[in-house]
Every structure is written in C-alpha cells, then in structure tokens.
Nanobody, 123 residues
Framework: QVQLVESGGGLVQAGGSLRLSCAAS????????MAWFRQPPGKERDFVAR????????YYATSVEGRLTISRDNAKKTMYLEMNSLQPEDTAVYYC????????????????WGQGTQVTVSS
C-alpha cells in the first residue's frame, strides 16, 4: 500500500527551528517529484516547496524562501523540510505529497498525500 508518513512536527517558539520528515513506501519514490504543502488553521492548503525526483532542483513559495529548505534521500525513501526562523504565521498542518511527473504549486498535480503533521509556532 502507498504510504507517506510525516513526522517531526510540534510546538516551537518564534525564531526556532524544526525538521520535518516524510517517509514513503509502496511506490517508486525515486521517480517522483515531492512537495510540501501546509494548511493554516481555518485556511486553504497552500504550496510550500517541491523537489525534483533526483533532488537536482528545488522550488519554494516566496513566503518561505530563505527560511525553509527541502531535501530528499532516495536511498532512505525520505523527504525533509528544514525550517528555520519560524514565525507564528508558519503555524499549520504540514503535508507531504508525491507527483509522478513534473509537480507544481498546484495540489491537483500530486498523486499521493500524507496525513499531515502539526507545526505550532508561539510568539
């Protein structure tokens, strides 16, 4: 069965850091572009970052560029999101997603989704 399992979320003070992980199984992880999305409380799900299947290129939402870094380890079938200088507006449920080809900021481009992990940033 296909699974994407996020972990690493939690409560952090403003200015702090967290690293999220997304462990994949049940599909050919190394051929899929991967992405992170987030859904703040009471708002729609938004694009955060994506990474090419081989990790050779990345793309970020303007709001997070310079603070968040996406990476992947295909041998471990795991994707990561390193988050630094966190602010209260980063509070959201963070989801990982997989796209067989391409992969943009549009959630409809992604085939598989994880269950999400909560990140809460206090002021």
């Amino acid at each position: 069965q296909v699974q994407l399992v996020e972990s690493g979320g939690g409560l952090v003070q403003a200015g702090g850091s967290l690293r999220l992980s997304c462990a994949a199984s049940g599909f050919t992880f190394s051929t899929y572009a991967m992405a992170w999305f987030r859904q703040p409380p009471g708002k729609e799900r938004d694009f955060v970052a994506r990474i090419r299947w081989d990790g050779s290129s990345t793309y970020y939402a303007t709001s997070v560029e310079g603070r968040l870094t996406i990476s992947r380890d295909n041998a471990k079938k795991t994707m990561y999101l390193e988050m630094n200088s966190l602010q209260p507006e980063d509070t959201a449920v963070y989801y990982c997603a997989a796209a067989a080809r391409g992969g943009t900021w549009l959630s409809a481009q992604y085939t598989y989704w994880g269950q999400g992990t909560q990140v809460t940033v206090s002021s």
